[in-house]
Protein backbone atom coordinates (compact mmCIF):
# COMPACT_ATOMS: atom_id res chain seq x y z
CA UNK A 1 0.00 0.00 0.00
CA UNK A 2 2.98 2.30 0.03
CA UNK A 3 6.53 1.99 -1.34
CA UNK A 4 8.36 3.07 1.68
CA UNK A 5 10.85 -0.11 2.47
CA UNK A 6 9.77 -2.49 4.92
CA UNK A 7 9.60 -1.59 8.41
CA UNK A 8 11.60 -4.41 9.96
CA UNK A 9 13.04 -7.50 7.60
CA UNK A 10 14.72 -10.43 9.66
CA UNK A 11 16.60 -12.67 7.64
CA UNK A 12 17.64 -16.63 8.71
CA UNK A 13 18.03 -14.51 12.11
CA UNK A 14 19.40 -16.34 15.66
CA UNK A 15 19.42 -13.87 18.99
CA UNK A 16 21.58 -15.62 22.00
CA UNK A 17 21.63 -13.87 25.39
CA UNK A 18 24.12 -14.95 28.46
CA UNK A 19 25.23 -18.26 26.06
CA UNK A 20 21.60 -19.30 25.46
CA UNK A 21 19.79 -19.37 22.18
CA UNK A 22 16.67 -16.82 22.71
CA UNK A 23 15.25 -17.94 19.42
CA UNK A 24 16.38 -18.37 15.83
CA UNK A 25 15.34 -18.82 12.47
CA UNK A 26 13.50 -15.97 12.03
CA UNK A 27 12.58 -15.12 8.46
CA UNK A 28 10.07 -12.66 8.04
CA UNK A 29 9.08 -9.07 6.66
CA UNK A 30 7.01 -6.67 8.58
CA UNK A 31 5.73 -3.82 6.01
CA UNK A 32 5.32 -0.52 7.00
CA UNK A 33 2.18 0.67 7.91
CA UNK A 34 1.15 -2.82 9.40
CA UNK A 35 -0.27 -2.78 13.11
CA UNK A 36 1.70 -5.47 14.54
CA UNK A 37 0.82 -7.45 17.60
CA UNK A 38 3.68 -9.41 19.22
CA UNK A 39 2.75 -12.48 21.03
CA UNK A 40 4.12 -15.11 23.02
CA UNK A 41 4.78 -16.49 26.31
CA UNK A 42 7.18 -14.99 29.33
CA UNK A 43 10.37 -15.57 28.34
CA UNK A 44 10.03 -16.27 24.47
CA UNK A 45 11.89 -13.42 23.37
CA UNK A 46 9.22 -10.36 22.38
CA UNK A 47 11.20 -7.84 24.34
CA UNK A 48 14.41 -9.01 23.02
CA UNK A 49 12.89 -8.48 19.16
CA UNK A 50 12.53 -5.13 20.58
CA UNK A 51 16.01 -4.74 21.45
CA UNK A 52 17.39 -6.00 18.59
CA UNK A 53 15.72 -3.45 16.13
CA UNK A 54 16.68 -0.40 18.28
CA UNK A 55 19.93 -1.89 17.74
CA UNK A 56 20.80 -2.72 21.92
CA UNK A 57 21.10 -6.35 21.25
CA UNK A 58 23.30 -7.75 17.86
CA UNK A 59 22.43 -11.02 16.35
CA UNK A 60 23.99 -14.05 16.60
CA UNK A 61 23.85 -14.90 13.20
CA UNK A 62 21.69 -14.07 10.15
CA UNK A 63 20.74 -9.96 8.81
CA UNK A 64 17.90 -7.76 10.25
CA UNK A 65 16.61 -4.76 8.36
CA UNK A 66 14.94 -1.70 9.69
CA UNK A 67 13.35 0.65 8.11
CA UNK A 68 15.65 -0.13 5.19
CA UNK A 69 18.83 0.07 7.54
CA UNK A 70 20.89 -1.97 10.10
CA UNK A 71 19.86 -1.52 13.90
CA UNK A 72 21.48 1.01 15.07
CA UNK A 73 21.47 2.84 18.71
CA UNK A 74 19.76 6.18 18.67
CA UNK A 75 17.70 5.90 15.76
CA UNK A 76 15.27 8.95 16.03
CA UNK A 77 13.42 7.15 13.35
CA UNK A 78 12.15 4.73 16.21
CA UNK A 79 9.90 5.40 19.12
CA UNK A 80 10.07 3.02 21.80
CA UNK A 81 7.98 2.72 24.80
CA UNK A 82 9.33 0.49 27.13
CA UNK A 83 7.35 -0.81 30.56
CA UNK A 84 6.36 1.45 33.18
CA UNK A 85 8.33 3.71 35.50
CA UNK A 86 9.10 3.07 39.34
CA UNK A 87 7.27 5.32 41.40
CA UNK A 88 9.99 6.28 42.91
CA UNK A 89 11.65 8.06 39.67
CA UNK A 90 8.14 9.31 39.13
CA UNK A 91 8.39 11.25 42.51
CA UNK A 92 11.07 13.34 40.47
CA UNK A 93 10.17 14.05 36.93
CA UNK A 94 7.23 15.38 35.19
CA UNK A 95 5.31 14.48 32.55
CA UNK A 96 6.25 17.08 30.21
CA UNK A 97 10.34 16.81 31.37
CA UNK A 98 10.16 13.09 30.10
CA UNK A 99 8.45 14.45 26.61
CA UNK A 100 11.51 17.09 26.52
CA UNK A 101 14.32 15.07 27.37
CA UNK A 102 12.96 12.89 24.40
CA UNK A 103 13.81 15.86 22.03
CA UNK A 104 17.12 17.11 24.10
CA UNK A 105 18.42 14.79 26.71
CA UNK A 106 20.95 13.14 24.31
CA UNK A 107 22.92 16.61 24.23
CA UNK A 108 25.92 17.48 25.99
CA UNK A 109 26.60 20.93 27.57
CA UNK A 110 23.81 23.34 28.72
CA UNK A 111 21.69 24.29 26.07
CA UNK A 112 18.38 25.92 26.10
CA UNK A 113 15.33 24.55 25.04
CA UNK A 114 14.22 26.05 22.27
CA UNK A 115 10.63 27.48 21.16
CA UNK A 116 10.34 25.19 18.36
CA UNK A 117 11.28 22.15 20.65
CA UNK A 118 8.74 23.31 23.27
CA UNK A 119 6.53 23.83 20.16
CA UNK A 120 6.87 20.05 19.79
CA UNK A 121 6.52 18.37 23.18
CA UNK A 122 3.35 20.75 23.35
CA UNK A 123 1.97 19.23 20.21
CA UNK A 124 3.26 15.80 21.03
CA UNK A 125 0.98 15.81 24.46
CA UNK A 126 -2.27 17.65 23.06
CA UNK A 127 -1.95 15.00 20.23
CA UNK A 128 -2.51 12.04 23.37
CA UNK A 129 -4.59 13.97 25.32
CA UNK A 130 -2.12 14.79 28.11
CA UNK A 131 -1.35 18.18 28.25
CA UNK A 132 -3.69 18.69 30.86
CA UNK A 133 -1.85 17.10 33.62
CA UNK A 134 1.57 16.94 31.99
CA UNK A 135 3.06 19.35 34.61
CA UNK A 136 2.05 16.68 37.31
CA UNK A 137 4.29 14.70 38.72
CA UNK A 138 4.63 10.83 36.92
CA UNK A 139 3.79 9.50 40.54
CA UNK A 140 0.45 11.40 40.87
CA UNK A 141 -0.63 9.82 37.49
CA UNK A 142 -2.84 6.93 36.64
CA UNK A 143 -1.82 4.24 34.48
CA UNK A 144 -3.54 5.49 31.73
CA UNK A 145 -2.21 8.61 32.11
CA UNK A 146 1.50 7.65 31.98
CA UNK A 147 0.80 5.48 29.30
CA UNK A 148 -0.13 8.13 26.86
CA UNK A 149 2.76 10.28 28.39
CA UNK A 150 5.02 7.72 27.28
CA UNK A 151 3.56 7.72 23.98
CA UNK A 152 3.65 11.14 23.68
CA UNK A 153 7.79 10.52 24.48
CA UNK A 154 7.55 7.73 21.46
CA UNK A 155 5.71 10.31 18.73
CA UNK A 156 7.70 13.88 19.96
CA UNK A 157 10.34 13.21 17.52
CA UNK A 158 8.00 11.66 14.28
CA UNK A 159 8.87 8.37 14.45
CA UNK A 160 7.86 6.43 11.41
CA UNK A 161 8.54 2.86 13.69
CA UNK A 162 6.64 2.64 17.05
CA UNK A 163 7.60 -0.02 19.35
CA UNK A 164 5.17 -0.54 22.11
CA UNK A 165 6.34 -3.25 25.32
CA UNK A 166 3.08 -4.07 27.08
CA UNK A 167 1.21 -0.72 27.21
CA UNK A 168 -1.94 -2.12 28.04
CA UNK A 169 -0.64 -3.85 31.15
CA UNK A 170 -2.15 -2.75 34.00
CA UNK A 171 -4.42 -0.59 32.26
CA UNK A 172 -8.39 -0.85 32.91
CA UNK A 173 -10.37 -1.73 30.08
CA UNK A 174 -11.51 1.90 29.17
CA UNK A 175 -7.88 3.02 29.11
CA UNK A 176 -7.16 -0.13 27.63
CA UNK A 177 -9.61 0.90 24.54
CA UNK A 178 -8.64 4.20 24.95
CA UNK A 179 -4.90 3.60 24.31
CA UNK A 180 -5.77 1.49 21.48
CA UNK A 181 -7.88 3.67 19.61
CA UNK A 182 -5.13 6.09 20.37
CA UNK A 183 -2.50 3.65 18.66
CA UNK A 184 -5.10 3.47 15.83
CA UNK A 185 -5.65 7.09 14.91
CA UNK A 186 -1.53 7.54 15.16
CA UNK A 187 -0.85 4.56 12.74
CA UNK A 188 -3.60 6.38 10.28
CA UNK A 189 -2.73 10.09 10.57
CA UNK A 190 1.22 9.15 10.04
CA UNK A 191 1.33 6.22 8.50
CA UNK A 192 3.40 4.98 11.09
CA UNK A 193 4.25 1.11 11.78
CA UNK A 194 3.48 0.04 14.91
CA UNK A 195 4.76 -2.78 16.91
CA UNK A 196 2.79 -3.77 20.64
CA UNK A 197 3.79 -6.38 22.60
CA UNK A 198 0.91 -7.81 24.61
CA UNK A 199 0.03 -11.11 26.18
CA UNK A 200 -3.89 -10.23 25.60
CA UNK A 201 -4.75 -9.48 22.28
CA UNK A 202 -8.28 -9.20 22.61
CA UNK A 203 -8.38 -5.67 23.49
CA UNK A 204 -5.56 -4.57 20.47
CA UNK A 205 -7.93 -6.76 17.28
CA UNK A 206 -9.65 -3.65 16.28
CA UNK A 207 -6.53 -2.30 15.15
CA UNK A 208 -3.93 -5.54 14.47
CA UNK A 209 -3.40 -6.07 10.88
CA UNK A 210 -0.84 -8.53 11.55
CA UNK A 211 0.99 -10.99 14.70
CA UNK A 212 4.61 -11.59 15.10
CA UNK A 213 4.23 -14.82 17.32
CA UNK A 214 6.92 -16.54 18.73
CA UNK A 215 6.09 -20.19 18.73
CA UNK A 216 8.84 -23.03 19.92
CA UNK A 217 11.69 -20.61 19.51
CA UNK A 218 11.46 -19.06 16.04
CA UNK A 219 9.89 -15.87 15.16
CA UNK A 220 6.83 -16.30 12.66
CA UNK A 221 5.17 -13.45 11.09
CA UNK A 222 1.16 -13.89 9.37
CA UNK A 223 -1.90 -11.65 8.99
CA UNK A 224 -3.64 -11.80 12.49
CA UNK A 225 -7.18 -13.59 11.24
CA UNK A 226 -4.74 -16.36 10.43
CA UNK A 227 -3.25 -15.79 14.20
CA UNK A 228 -6.23 -15.77 15.95
CA UNK A 229 -7.32 -19.72 15.41
CA UNK A 230 -8.02 -21.91 18.57
CA UNK A 231 -5.42 -24.46 17.72
CA UNK A 232 -1.93 -21.42 17.14
CA UNK A 233 -3.45 -20.10 20.33
CA UNK A 234 -3.73 -23.07 22.46
CA UNK A 235 -0.58 -24.04 21.45
CA UNK A 236 0.98 -20.71 21.72
CA UNK A 237 -0.17 -20.21 25.41
CA UNK A 238 0.56 -23.89 26.31
CA UNK A 239 -3.36 -23.28 27.72
CA UNK A 240 -6.46 -24.08 26.08
CA UNK A 241 -7.91 -21.21 24.25
CA UNK A 242 -11.06 -20.84 22.40
CA UNK A 243 -11.76 -18.32 19.67
CA UNK A 244 -15.62 -16.70 19.98
CA UNK A 245 -16.19 -14.83 16.60
CA UNK A 246 -19.16 -11.86 18.06
CA UNK A 247 -20.47 -9.06 15.58
CA UNK A 248 -18.24 -6.91 16.49
CA UNK A 249 -15.24 -8.78 15.75
CA UNK A 250 -13.25 -11.31 16.82
CA UNK A 251 -12.83 -12.33 20.55
CA UNK A 252 -10.51 -14.66 21.76
CA UNK A 253 -10.23 -16.36 25.50
CA UNK A 254 -9.03 -18.82 27.77
CA UNK A 255 -10.89 -21.61 27.24
CA UNK A 256 -10.01 -23.97 30.38
CA UNK A 257 -13.40 -23.92 31.59
CA UNK A 258 -14.66 -26.28 29.16
CA UNK A 259 -12.45 -28.83 30.75
CA UNK A 260 -13.67 -27.98 34.52
CA UNK A 261 -16.34 -30.28 35.58
CA UNK A 262 -19.85 -29.06 35.79
CA UNK B 1 20.83 15.82 86.39
CA UNK B 2 19.57 17.63 83.98
CA UNK B 3 21.57 20.44 84.97
CA UNK B 4 24.41 18.84 84.94
CA UNK B 5 23.86 18.18 80.97
CA UNK B 6 22.85 21.18 80.43
CA UNK B 7 25.95 22.42 81.53
CA UNK B 8 27.82 21.63 78.88
CA UNK B 9 25.90 23.88 76.48
CA UNK B 10 26.19 27.19 76.83
CA UNK B 11 26.27 30.28 75.24
CA UNK B 12 30.35 31.43 74.17
CA UNK B 13 30.42 35.27 75.70
CA UNK B 14 32.80 35.74 72.73
CA UNK B 15 30.69 34.17 70.03
CA UNK B 16 31.17 36.89 67.51
CA UNK B 17 34.84 36.69 67.57
CA UNK B 18 34.96 33.21 67.15
CA UNK B 19 32.90 33.49 64.00
CA UNK B 20 35.91 35.97 63.15
CA UNK B 21 38.75 33.43 63.71
CA UNK B 22 40.39 31.85 60.50
CA UNK B 23 39.43 28.11 61.12
CA UNK B 24 36.01 29.52 61.31
CA UNK B 25 36.69 30.97 57.92
CA UNK B 26 37.83 28.40 56.56
CA UNK B 27 35.07 25.94 57.93
CA UNK B 28 32.68 28.22 56.24
CA UNK B 29 34.55 28.34 52.71
CA UNK B 30 35.11 24.61 53.12
CA UNK B 31 31.17 23.74 54.24
CA UNK B 32 30.15 25.85 51.36
CA UNK B 33 31.72 24.12 48.85
CA UNK B 34 30.70 20.92 49.95
CA UNK B 35 27.16 22.21 49.63
CA UNK B 36 27.40 23.23 46.60
CA UNK B 37 29.14 20.32 45.15
CA UNK B 38 26.51 18.03 47.52
CA UNK B 39 23.15 20.15 46.78
CA UNK B 40 23.72 19.57 42.89
CA UNK B 41 24.62 15.94 43.29
CA UNK B 42 20.93 14.77 44.98
CA UNK B 43 18.64 14.71 42.77
CA UNK B 44 20.39 12.69 40.81
CA UNK B 45 21.22 10.36 43.98
CA UNK B 46 17.80 10.13 44.17
CA UNK B 47 16.53 9.83 40.58
CA UNK B 48 19.05 6.76 40.48
CA UNK B 49 17.87 5.12 43.56
CA UNK B 50 21.97 5.18 44.49
CA UNK B 51 21.04 6.45 48.04
CA UNK B 52 22.82 3.44 49.43
CA UNK B 53 25.42 3.51 47.39
CA UNK B 54 26.24 7.28 48.52
CA UNK B 55 26.06 5.96 51.95
CA UNK B 56 28.05 3.13 51.77
CA UNK B 57 30.79 5.42 49.75
CA UNK B 58 31.47 7.33 52.63
CA UNK B 59 31.85 4.43 54.64
CA UNK B 60 34.20 2.95 52.09
CA UNK B 61 36.26 6.09 52.94
CA UNK B 62 36.98 4.96 56.35
CA UNK B 63 39.63 2.82 55.44
CA UNK B 64 40.88 5.23 53.33
CA UNK B 65 41.37 7.80 56.30
CA UNK B 66 43.11 5.43 58.48
CA UNK B 67 45.21 4.17 55.57
CA UNK B 68 46.49 7.46 54.58
CA UNK B 69 47.13 7.94 58.82
CA UNK B 70 48.86 4.68 58.87
CA UNK B 71 51.05 5.28 55.77
CA UNK B 72 51.93 9.23 56.62
CA UNK B 73 49.73 10.82 53.64
CA UNK B 74 46.99 13.51 53.59
CA UNK B 75 43.50 12.15 54.77
CA UNK B 76 42.14 14.08 51.73
CA UNK B 77 44.15 11.42 49.26
CA UNK B 78 43.59 8.24 51.17
CA UNK B 79 39.54 8.99 50.76
CA UNK B 80 39.41 10.32 47.25
CA UNK B 81 41.11 6.68 46.17
CA UNK B 82 38.77 4.80 48.70
CA UNK B 83 35.73 6.44 47.72
CA UNK B 84 36.26 6.69 43.68
CA UNK B 85 37.82 3.09 43.36
CA UNK B 86 34.77 1.72 45.72
CA UNK B 87 32.38 3.77 43.57
CA UNK B 88 34.10 2.32 40.50
CA UNK B 89 33.68 -1.32 41.84
CA UNK B 90 30.08 -1.00 42.71
CA UNK B 91 29.56 0.62 38.97
CA UNK B 92 31.26 -2.57 37.61
CA UNK B 93 29.87 -4.83 39.68
CA UNK B 94 25.96 -3.69 40.43
CA UNK B 95 24.74 -2.47 36.90
CA UNK B 96 21.17 -3.48 38.29
CA UNK B 97 19.69 -2.51 41.11
CA UNK B 98 19.30 -5.54 43.26
CA UNK B 99 23.12 -6.59 42.17
CA UNK B 100 23.93 -2.71 43.35
CA UNK B 101 22.74 -3.33 46.83
CA UNK B 102 24.46 -6.75 47.40
CA UNK B 103 27.83 -5.67 45.66
CA UNK B 104 27.57 -2.54 47.57
CA UNK B 105 27.15 -4.07 50.78
CA UNK B 106 29.53 -6.87 50.26
CA UNK B 107 32.31 -3.96 49.39
CA UNK B 108 31.04 -1.69 52.46
CA UNK B 109 31.48 -4.72 55.33
CA UNK B 110 35.13 -5.19 53.34
CA UNK B 111 35.65 -1.81 53.65
CA UNK B 112 34.86 -1.05 56.90
CA UNK B 113 37.25 -4.10 58.24
CA UNK B 114 39.86 -2.53 56.55
CA UNK B 115 39.28 0.70 58.31
CA UNK B 116 39.32 -1.18 61.61
CA UNK B 117 42.78 -2.93 60.73
CA UNK B 118 44.06 0.28 59.69
CA UNK B 119 43.14 2.24 62.80
CA UNK B 120 44.75 -0.61 65.04
CA UNK B 121 48.00 -1.17 62.77
CA UNK B 122 48.27 3.19 62.85
CA UNK B 123 47.23 3.16 66.49
CA UNK B 124 45.03 6.21 65.37
CA UNK B 125 44.11 7.58 68.70
CA UNK B 126 40.10 7.65 69.23
CA UNK B 127 39.87 11.44 68.47
CA UNK B 128 41.16 10.78 64.73
CA UNK B 129 38.66 7.85 64.28
CA UNK B 130 36.05 10.05 65.51
CA UNK B 131 36.19 13.28 63.39
CA UNK B 132 36.29 10.34 60.24
CA UNK B 133 33.16 9.13 61.73
CA UNK B 134 31.27 12.74 62.29
CA UNK B 135 33.25 14.74 60.88
CA UNK B 136 35.86 18.05 61.43
CA UNK B 137 34.91 20.73 59.63
CA UNK B 138 36.64 23.36 62.12
CA UNK B 139 40.01 20.81 61.21
CA UNK B 140 40.25 22.30 57.43
CA UNK B 141 43.28 23.39 56.39
CA UNK B 142 44.25 26.00 53.64
CA UNK B 143 45.59 23.06 51.73
CA UNK B 144 42.48 21.12 52.02
CA UNK B 145 40.38 24.11 51.35
CA UNK B 146 42.50 24.49 47.16
CA UNK B 147 41.78 21.00 46.81
CA UNK B 148 37.74 21.30 47.75
CA UNK B 149 37.84 24.26 45.43
CA UNK B 150 39.44 22.00 42.52
CA UNK B 151 37.19 18.90 43.29
CA UNK B 152 33.76 21.62 43.17
CA UNK B 153 34.93 22.91 40.65
CA UNK B 154 35.43 19.59 38.89
CA UNK B 155 31.89 18.50 39.83
CA UNK B 156 30.47 21.85 38.68
CA UNK B 157 32.20 21.87 35.13
CA UNK B 158 31.62 18.12 34.56
CA UNK B 159 28.04 17.95 35.73
CA UNK B 160 27.25 21.37 33.11
CA UNK B 161 28.39 19.52 30.34
CA UNK B 162 26.49 15.98 30.95
CA UNK B 163 23.37 17.78 32.64
CA UNK B 164 20.81 16.95 30.25
CA UNK B 165 21.86 13.12 29.01
CA UNK B 166 22.45 12.12 32.59
CA UNK B 167 18.95 13.49 33.98
CA UNK B 168 17.55 11.70 30.75
CA UNK B 169 19.50 8.42 31.78
CA UNK B 170 18.64 8.32 35.69
CA UNK B 171 15.06 8.94 35.19
CA UNK B 172 13.98 7.05 31.91
CA UNK B 173 17.18 4.62 31.45
CA UNK B 174 15.40 2.50 29.02
CA UNK B 175 13.72 5.43 26.77
CA UNK B 176 17.28 7.31 27.35
CA UNK B 177 19.35 4.12 25.69
CA UNK B 178 17.46 3.38 22.95
CA UNK B 179 17.69 7.15 21.83
CA UNK B 180 21.86 6.43 21.61
CA UNK B 181 22.55 7.95 25.28
CA UNK B 182 25.68 6.42 26.63
CA UNK B 183 23.81 5.45 30.01
CA UNK B 184 26.49 3.00 31.26
CA UNK B 185 29.24 5.73 30.67
CA UNK B 186 27.27 8.30 32.28
CA UNK B 187 26.62 5.92 35.61
CA UNK B 188 30.16 5.67 35.62
CA UNK B 189 30.86 9.48 35.21
CA UNK B 190 28.35 10.17 37.99
CA UNK B 191 30.20 7.86 40.47
CA UNK B 192 33.25 9.47 39.89
CA UNK B 193 31.76 12.70 40.50
CA UNK B 194 29.70 11.63 43.48
CA UNK B 195 32.97 9.77 45.14
CA UNK B 196 34.80 13.21 45.15
CA UNK B 197 32.10 14.97 46.94
CA UNK B 198 31.83 12.33 49.17
CA UNK B 199 35.33 12.59 50.01
CA UNK B 200 35.11 16.10 51.02
CA UNK B 201 31.74 15.52 53.18
CA UNK B 202 32.84 13.14 54.91
CA UNK B 203 35.43 15.60 56.73
CA UNK B 204 32.64 18.04 57.14
CA UNK B 205 30.11 16.04 58.72
CA UNK B 206 31.60 12.86 58.58
CA UNK B 207 30.67 9.40 57.05
CA UNK B 208 27.89 8.64 59.68
CA UNK B 209 25.88 11.83 59.01
CA UNK B 210 26.70 12.44 55.32
CA UNK B 211 23.53 11.58 54.16
CA UNK B 212 22.54 15.30 55.74
CA UNK B 213 24.03 17.38 53.31
CA UNK B 214 23.88 14.79 50.03
CA UNK B 215 20.32 13.34 49.99
CA UNK B 216 18.24 15.30 52.73
CA UNK B 217 18.16 18.93 50.86
CA UNK B 218 17.31 17.13 47.41
CA UNK B 219 14.47 15.38 49.14
CA UNK B 220 13.57 18.66 50.53
CA UNK B 221 13.36 20.46 47.00
CA UNK B 222 11.79 17.58 45.53
CA UNK B 223 8.95 18.08 48.00
CA UNK B 224 8.55 21.78 46.56
CA UNK B 225 9.20 21.02 42.79
CA UNK B 226 9.99 17.78 40.15
CA UNK B 227 12.17 20.79 37.91
CA UNK B 228 15.20 19.06 37.55
CA UNK B 229 17.12 22.41 37.12
CA UNK B 230 15.44 23.81 40.00
CA UNK B 231 15.42 20.81 42.20
CA UNK B 232 19.51 21.21 41.97
CA UNK B 233 19.40 25.07 42.99
CA UNK B 234 16.95 24.54 45.73
CA UNK B 235 19.18 21.99 46.81
CA UNK B 236 22.20 23.89 46.80
CA UNK B 237 21.04 26.93 48.97
CA UNK B 238 19.09 23.98 51.56
CA UNK B 239 22.96 22.82 51.88
CA UNK B 240 24.71 26.16 51.96
CA UNK B 241 21.53 26.70 54.67
CA UNK B 242 22.27 24.14 57.00
CA UNK B 243 25.99 24.79 56.81
CA UNK B 244 26.28 28.57 57.44
CA UNK B 245 23.40 28.37 60.24
CA UNK B 246 25.34 25.27 61.69
CA UNK B 247 28.40 26.88 61.97
CA UNK B 248 27.11 29.80 63.69
CA UNK B 249 25.39 28.03 66.08
CA UNK B 250 27.85 26.18 66.88
CA UNK B 251 30.15 28.87 67.31
CA UNK B 252 27.52 30.32 69.55
CA UNK B 253 27.48 27.38 72.09
CA UNK B 254 30.49 25.55 71.01
CA UNK B 255 29.92 22.44 70.59
CA UNK B 256 30.54 20.66 67.30
CA UNK B 257 29.41 21.84 63.99
CA UNK B 258 27.77 18.64 62.86
CA UNK B 259 25.41 18.10 64.65
CA UNK B 260 23.91 21.69 64.41
CA UNK B 261 24.54 21.39 60.49
CA UNK B 262 22.09 17.67 60.16
CA UNK B 263 20.08 19.10 62.37
CA UNK B 264 19.24 22.46 60.00
CA UNK B 265 19.06 19.84 57.55
CA UNK B 266 16.62 17.46 58.95
CA UNK B 267 14.97 20.50 60.14
CA UNK B 268 14.08 22.01 56.74
CA UNK B 269 13.13 18.66 55.07
CA UNK B 270 10.70 18.08 57.93
CA UNK B 271 9.39 21.62 57.05
CA UNK B 272 8.95 21.19 53.30
CA UNK B 273 7.33 17.63 54.30
CA UNK B 274 4.80 18.48 56.71
CA UNK B 275 3.62 21.67 54.44
CA UNK B 276 3.65 19.79 51.23
CA UNK B 277 1.61 16.92 52.94
CA UNK B 278 1.51 13.42 51.17
CA UNK B 279 2.13 12.94 48.07
CA UNK B 280 2.20 9.99 46.04
CA UNK B 281 -0.92 8.98 44.20
CA UNK B 282 -3.39 11.52 45.96
CA UNK B 283 -4.56 13.49 42.81
CA UNK B 284 -4.52 10.78 40.88
CA UNK B 285 -7.22 8.91 42.99
CA UNK B 286 -9.09 12.34 43.46
CA UNK B 287 -8.75 12.96 38.81
CA UNK B 288 -9.48 9.93 36.73
CA UNK B 289 -8.08 10.75 33.41
CA UNK B 290 -11.60 11.41 32.15
CA UNK B 291 -11.21 14.21 29.30
CA UNK B 292 -12.15 11.57 26.75
CA UNK B 293 -15.59 10.81 25.41
CA UNK B 294 -16.78 6.73 24.79
CA UNK B 295 -14.92 5.84 22.00
CA UNK B 296 -16.40 3.80 18.98
CA UNK B 297 -15.54 0.49 17.09
CA UNK B 298 -15.46 -3.16 18.22
CA UNK B 299 -14.03 -3.83 21.42
CA UNK B 300 -15.10 -7.13 22.76
CA UNK B 301 -16.12 -6.64 26.40
CA UNK B 302 -13.90 -8.76 29.02
CA UNK B 303 -12.03 -11.99 28.32
Not at chain 1, 110 to 118: D, G, I, K
Not at chain 2, 58 to 75: K, N, Q, R, S
Not at chain 2, 114 to 129: D, P
Request: charged content about 15%; some cysteine.
Amino acid sequence: MNHAPPALVLDDVSVVRGGRTVWSEGTLTVAAGAVVGVIGPNGAGKTTLFQVMLGLLPVASGRVEVLGGAPRRGNRRIGYVPQNYTAAIGEAVRGRDLVTLCLTGGRFGLRRTTAEQRARVDRALERVGAAGYADRRMAELSGGQQQRIAIAQAIVDDAELLLLDEPLANLDLRNQHEVVRLLGELRAERNATVMIVAHDLNPLLPVLTDAVYLLDGHPHHDPIGEVVQEGLLTHLYGTPVGVVRTAQGDLFTRAAWRDAPR
Amino acid sequence: MADDVLAGVRIQPNWLDVLRAPFLQHALIGGSLVAIAAGLLGYFVITRQNAFAAHALAHIGFPGATGAILIGVPVTVGLAVFCVGGGLLIALFGRRVGDREIATGTILALATALGVLFASLASANASTTTSVLFGNLLAITRAQLVVYGLFTLVVVLVLAAIARPLVFASVDPAVAEARGVPVRVLGVAFVVLLALTITMAVQVVGTLLLFALVVTPAATALRLTARPGLVAAIAVGVALLSVWVGLVLSAVVDLPPSFFIVAVAVLLWLVARMSTGPRRGTTARALPNGDHAHSHGAVPIGS
